[in-house]
Structures are given as C-alpha cells and as structure tokens.
C-alpha cells in the first residue's frame, strides 16, 4: 500500500489484497455478537469486506466498506470524500448495530408481519432516489446522520433497532414523550418473542465481496462523488455580497475566495455536524461559492472571527436548501 494516489486509484478492488481478518473490524463485528447474545438473539451477521456498507435481502449479512480494513485506503477515502464512513470505534458501532437491524429482519421475515407493518410501513415499498426529511420530527428515532430513518420503512425499523439494541441507550428516559417511542417499545416486545429462536434464514453468501468486483478505485469515487454532489448549484451571489465585498476601498484584503479556501475543512466539519449531509456535497457548495467570489472580485472585510461565522451560517443555509429540497438516500 505505499503506491501514490494517482496509482492507487488504477487498481480494481479484486487487486488490493486486503482481508477483514485482522482488523479493527473483526473486533468491533465479535462485539456486535456479544451485544446480540445479551439479548438472547441468535443471529449472528457475517462481515466481508466490499466497496460500500450494505446487508443484501435474504442474506442476514454486513458488507463492510474496503477503506476500513487499511489506514492507506482510509487516507485515501478521507482524500476522496472528506470523511471517512465508520471510521472510529463509536460510528462503527453504530452502523453494525444499524446493519444488525437489516439482519435480524431477514432471519426472521419480520418485515412480513402485519403489526410491523402497521407501526413502520411496507418493506415493499420503492427506495426513493432522494427522500425529504423533517429534523423535528419525534415520530422517528435519531441515530445514523440525515435523519436516515426517515427515508424509508425498513431503515425506519433498522434505525430504531439500533436504538434498542445499543447497551448505553436510556431508550425508555430518552424518547420519553416521543411517538417514536412506541416503535421502540415495539421492538421490544419483538425481540422478546424471537428471543432464542433459531433464524429462519441462514444464508452465509457474500454479495459484491471484493474479490469479485473488477472495478477500478478511480470509477468508483468518480461514481460516488457524482452520486453525492450538487445536480445544479445555487447561485450565491446576493448573500456572498453581504459577507464579502468588492467596493475598491478593500483590494488590499484578503480574497473572499482564498479565505474560504483556507478555513474550508473547518466550515465543511461544523456544517456536517449540524446538518447531517455529507461533506462531500458541503465541499461542493462550498467550491460554488468560492468560484462565485472569484467572479465577483469580493474580498474580506471583516475580521477573521466574524467572517467565519457568517460564512458558517451562509454555507449552512445553503446546504439545508439543498437538504429541504430532497435528500439522497444512502445506501447502508
């Protein structure tokens, strides 16, 4: 793994010869069993290494992301897509334990019941492309970012799975109040009634594990970074005008454009953390406003500490508009 970007890029997956065995991974997938075991479920989801988090219908298994069984293909990710997808302990967990959900369904064909029907919806339903979320909602619990369990019925019960099955959850103190509490305690007296039964479904295939796919590093950020960036974006000339200016008075200053450079990786952190949306796509907004600056000719007039905390709000702004106006669905 000591190829340059550039090369590294070139490679397929099938290439790389990396294995889970060994891994933070391995770790973290036998503390997913042992937190099942304490619930006295007896599924147990076996991990493969693939190019991005899923669990296949009619295999209760976890595909898990190729860049977190090295640091080279995780620097890589980070270099790709700003961000890096499960990659502490703490976000790890929390999408096995998501992922667990998907797998405890399809063991036990829980989708099919009529009452989990009634209390998240059709698993039938389409996945839509994009999805619009409502961050206020208390029908829903909160656990992956985007308000992923709105998106659809089976992350809806993935999502609130998650909740319960995480052993420093005070679900019950938490939610207390919240309609979605009732899906909780649904879930509750679920497990309670498949509690040591043995999984309907067994299946141990690994759909798209890595030695299988033949695609190139360098096609799949290009897919993904298309997948998670702006189709058109805002024209952000009026509020740039307000934070920045172009009167001639101010030519001496700073760029616009070169400051936002400079605090990018920042202003694309704070924003992640309160918007949910990927930094992928908050870089990308950030890159039209900065190529709008250029345009303009508009430099920083202000100080560095106000100028950062308008550029948060705008850049803010504009990435819940384009959080309101449908969100993507992720594939996990």
Request: proline share 5%; aromatic share 10%; glycine share 4%.
């Amino acid at each position: 793994m000591s190829l340059p970007d550039e090369e590294l890029l070139d490679l397929r997956f099938c290439d790389l010869g990396i294995k889970l065995e060994g891994t933070p991974i391995e770790d973290r997938t036998a503390l997913l069993w042992r937190q099942l075991e304490r619930r006295h479920l007896r599924v147990r989801p076996h991990c493969w290494l693939s190019d991005e988090w899923f669990s296949p219908d009619d295999v209760p298994g976890i595909a898990v992301p190729f860049y977190l069984a090295h640091p080279r293909l995780a620097r890589l990710e980070r270099r790709m897509m700003h961000e890096v997808e499960g990659g502490t302990h703490r976000w790890c967990m929390q999408i096995l334990r998501h992922e667990a959900g998907h797998c405890v369904d399809t063991a036990f064909h829980l989708h099919r019941r009529r009452r989990w029907q009634r209390v998240f919806g059709l698993a039938s339903r389409a996945y839509p492309e994009w999805y619009r979320p409502r961050p206020y909602s208390k029908s829903y619990v909160q656990h992956l970012e985007a308000w992923y369990a709105q998106s659809h019925p089976s992350e809806d019960f993935a999502e609130t799975f998650a909740v319960w099955l995480n052993p420093g959850s005070r679900w019950r103190h938490q939610y207390k109040g919240w309609p979605a509490l009732k899906k909780l305690e649904y879930v509750d007296e679920l497990m309670g009634q498949i509690a040591d039964e043995p999984p309907r479904v067994t299946s141990r295939e690994r759909i798209g594990s890595l030695p299988r796919l033949r695609k190139t590093l360098r096609t799949h950020y290009k897919e993904r970074q298309t997948r998670y960036g702006i189709d058109e974006p805002e024209l952000f000339d009026t509020d740039l005008r307000k934070l920045f200016s172009d009167d001639s008075k101010h030519t001496r200053c700073e760029s616009a454009a070169a400051f936002l450079r400079r605090v990018r990786p920042d202003l694309r952190r704070r924003v992640a953390y309160w918007s949910g949306e990927f930094q992928y796509t908050i870089d990308q907004v950030l890159q039209e406003m900065m190529t709008r600056c250029n345009r303009l000719k508009l430099r920083r007039n202000l100080s560095e500490r106000r100028s950062k905390q308008d550029a948060t709000i705008l850049l803010t702004v504009h990435t819940m508009k384009f959080l309101n106006n449908g969100h993507r669905e992720r594939s996990l």
